[in-house]
């Protein structure tokens, strides 16, 4: 019997307002003295009342906009009702049967995975159980994530794979970091997320028992623990064992699920509207307003890019994954409408310029302060589309100027790098790499395009990258006819 696994997954993530969600606090990092950065509102002080933060509910919206969503005129703040000894209220202040956003989806590769709703909530404290590497008898509260906005985003059950639910949290962070309403850190728990998982016969409309899984810190943890859960509920399902509905965490030493409690349902929270505050009405006008404040979104930048400069998916998902290295981008096709330069352009952000903006780890916002003038690469583009360099002596030119900002146009005339195409010269060299490499020759000459790799990288040691590599190419092909 072959089962399907029927995936949904719930996505908090913090947004990137100054102070809390219904007082005027300052948002800290994890670094600030614990409870630093608290008051009587969001510590539950009898009497405290809650004011909404308005910046946080316009960048509901946004969120709303950029997931395809329903945005309502008229929600609702709901009470969840739970204890735990970091929930100083007794309950969190969440959205339930009129959330802000509803019927949204996103697109990944191969389908359309829709979106049941994003509300707005507020973050809970964290209990501390150690400090530093000493661990404690006993139990810390810091209340400094308390009352931080968050806003759920709940997907409808439409991922069938661990592979399909990476690939909607790498699209989904990307839209997040794109309209600047979250930094998206997993590490700090600014992006968290929680997977509902069940299996059923292959074909068959019911739904199985449903497992929630926690504990989950990066999106490889998200698809490691799918991977387990569908094998491990495969198993049970095979040997006619019973699947109980419970909420388990994800263990990345054992690298398998653990059970932690019974699966709660909607009723156990039991929610009703808070009365402490307004329900939230927006203007249609407003809400149409923050739609034209967004930018053009990564999927509509990947369509024009592929049809206007044929250029290809993989290719350019570094220059759409970031909004700054898209500006960066965008600074280039400015200069030239020449598909070769772009691909050129393309190809020297995705090897040199991301190889040093990783090892340096520069920050996204600081990419194009720290990087080399979009100019200078358009000119090595440009002269590597003309022939006039090699892709070796491209390298160089962005090894220089990383150094000393300076025009690349000048520097191959001043180092002497540029791309000779003297065929006497070059023969000379080709001649005397086959000397050298004469089991590769004769691969070459029985078909074997790759077996020129030795002699192409003497010709071009011996001629400092110069050596145009298409005339080499021609030599070696007229050398065996």
Request: proline share 5%; glycine share 4%.
């Amino acid at each position: 019997m072959e089962f399907e696994a029927v995936i949904g997954l719930e996505i908090h993530t913090q947004l990137k307002t100054k102070t809390k969600m219904f007082c005027s606090c300052k948002i800290v990092d994890s670094n600030s003295p614990s409870n630093s950065s608290i008051c009587p509102v969001c510590t539950g002080q009898p009497g405290a009342l809650p004011l909404p933060n308005e910046k946080a509910i316009e960048m509901a919206i946004k969120i709303g906009h950029s997931i395809k969503a329903k945005i309502n005129n008229f929600s609702v703040f709901a009470r969840k009702n739970y204890f735990y000894p970091d929930l100083p209220k007794g309950y969190q202040i969440s959205q339930y049967d009129m959330p802000i956003c509803e019927d949204g989806y996103i697109e990944i590769s191969n389908k359309k995975i829709r979106i049941k709703r994003a509300h707005i909530e507020e973050d809970a404290g964290k209990s501390l159980h150690s400090i530093g590497s000493q661990k404690l008898d006993y139990t810390l509260i810091d209340f400094n994530r308390c009352g931080v906005p968050l806003v759920e985003i709940v997907s409808e059950p439409d991922i069938s794979t661990p592979d399909e639910a990476y690939e909607y949290l790498v699209e989904l962070k990307r839209l997040l970091k794109w309209i600047d309403v979250s930094n998206c850190d997993m590490e700090k728990g600014e992006l968290r997320c929680d997977v509902n998982v069940s299996i059923r016969e292959k074909g068959a409309k019911e739904f199985g028992t449903k497992v929630e899984i926690k504990n989950l810190n990066s999106f490889k943890a998200v698809k490691d623990a799918l991977t387990y859960e569908i094998e491990r509920q495969t198993r049970m399902r095979q040997a006619n064992e019973k699947i109980e509905q419970d909420t388990r965490l994800w263990d990345a030493d054992k690298l398998m699920t653990l059970s932690m409690r019974t699966k709660e349902m909607a009723n156990d929270y039991r929610y009703f509207p808070d009365p402490d505050l307004l329900p939230i009405n927006i203007e249609q006008g407003k809400i149409d307003k923050i739609k034209l404040e967004i930018p053009k979104l990564p999927y509509e930048i990947k369509k024009e890019y592929i049809s206007k400069y044929s250029l290809k998916a993989n290719d350019i998902e570094s220059v759409t994954s970031s909004r700054y290295l898209n500006s960066y981008f965008t600074k280039i096709l400015s200069l030239t409408n020449d598909a070769d330069v772009i691909k050129n352009s393309l190809n020297i952000i995705n090897t040199h310029l991301l190889s040093y903006i990783n090892q340096n780890k520069i920050d996204e916002e600081e990419i194009e302060l720290k990087s080399p003038s979009p100019h200078y690469i358009f000119e090595i583009a440009l002269m590597l589309s003309k022939g006039e360099i090699s892709s070796a002596v491209s390298k160089k030119l962005f090894e220089e100027i990383i150094k000393k900002p300076q025009s690349p146009l000048e520097l191959i005339e001043k180092l002497g790098l540029k791309q000779t195409n003297d065929i006497f010269e070059i023969e000379k060299f080709v001649k005397e790499a086959i000397e050298f490499n004469k089991k590769a020759f004769e691969d070459f000459k029985k078909g074997q395009e790759k077996a020129t790799g030795p002699i192409v990288g003497y010709v071009m040691k011996k001629s400092k990258g110069k050596a145009n590599p298409k005339i080499v190419m021609d030599i070696l092909k007229k050398l065996t006819s």
